[in-house]
């Protein structure tokens, strides 16, 4: 496995991804190809909607910050001060920054008739409204 370390590729990656991210949407053929696929592939299959969107709340905050918390109560209780903290600022610090990204791009969630999806700004995600 190959380390990317430089910091240059490394906010090169970031960038593109940045650019990808809103270079995304309707207006986009490529992205619209892809998310009018999946809409046919998910309509004959209802129960892959619902099983995606609980994937998805997995990755919520209120997952991520449980999660975090756990483990670093269970560092703690380790005597492991360091990499508990270390764990708490790095999730913090990934959670400012997706929903700092999140807000910036501003891409609206769209609605796939499931109503316990997240109402936190989606990223990546289609702008499409497919039902």
Known sequence: MTI????IIILALLGLCILAAMAGGPSNGIERTVMQAIAEFRASRP?????VAGIT??????????????GSLWLLARRSGRPALLLVLSVLTERFLMDGLKAWIGRPRPHFG???????WPFPAAILRIA
């Open 4 to 7: 990317i370390t430089r910091p």
């Open 47 to 51: 129960n892959l909607t619902e099983m």
């Open 57 to 70: 709340n997995l990755g919520g905050v209120y997952a991520t910050l449980g999660v975090t918390a756990a």
């Open 114 to 120: 499931v109503d316990w999806l997240p109402q936190s």
